[in-house]
């Protein structure tokens, strides 16, 4: 039987390894998870399960524990592809009414400051998914620095595409999952062609 410390030093440990959370905050959350009862530990321990098997798809950049991803395969025949920086933004997306389009994950946004530049992006693969059928690529991100410079860095890459912009209104930087739906709704109607 292993101590109480290597116990909690465990526990502290996985928690740790979240984004954002520190040890301290780790050590804070495990006395209240040991609390929980059993149906709330269980559906917990059951949630996490799936990560074993989770990847990211190298077509789509989505999530997917399947070599036939359901993201790739729900874009199929699609005239129109929407892109976007990290996969919750899709929610918002679907949420604010955009559907019938095939969705493309970036994996992040060219950052200089953040060292991540174009090669570090999922764009070599969407040039493979774009084909003269396409008729229009929105680019969902927010307004910013970062934006623009990912936003270059695919119109090089796809220039006799159609490009269009979300309107402005977006907060500047921040994340698409973090605007209302109405927000995301407006921006979307008022998007403007890129050139
Ligand atoms: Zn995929």
Not at 72 to 81: H, L, S
Not at 97 to 103: K, P
Not at 137 to 148: H, S, T, W
Request: proline share 5%; aromatic share 4%; net charge negative.
């Amino acid at each position: 039987m292993i101590s109480q410390g290597e116990t909690f030093e465990s526990l502290v440990r996985a928690l740790s390894l979240l984004p954002g959370i520190g040890i301290r905050t780790a050590q804070r959350l495990v006395p209240a998870m040991v609390r929980w009862d059993d149906e709330k530990r269980t559906a917990f321990l059951d949630g996490l399960s799936p990560l074993r098997d989770l990847t990211i798809c190298r077509q789509c950049g989505f999530l997917t524990d399947d070599s036939d991803c359901r993201i790739c395969q729900d874009g199929m025949g699609a005239t129109r592809f929407a892109i976007v920086s990290h996969p919750q933004d899709v929610l918002a997306l679907e949420a604010a009414g955009l559907t019938d389009v095939a969705f493309h994950c970036l994996g992040g946004l060219v950052s200089p400051g953040k060292g991540q530049d174009e090669d570090a992006l999922l764009l070599d693969a969407l040039v493979q998914r774009i084909d003269e059928n396409i008729q229009e690529v929105i680019l969902a991100f927010g307004p910013g620095l970062e934006a623009d410079l990912t936003t270059d860095a695919i119109s090089r890459r796809l220039p006799q595409t159609p490009l269009t912009r979300l309107a402005t209104g977006l907060p500047v930087g921040a994340d698409l999952s973090h605007s209302d739906v109405l927000t995301i709704r407006r921006s979307l109607e008022g998007r403007t062609k890129y050139e």
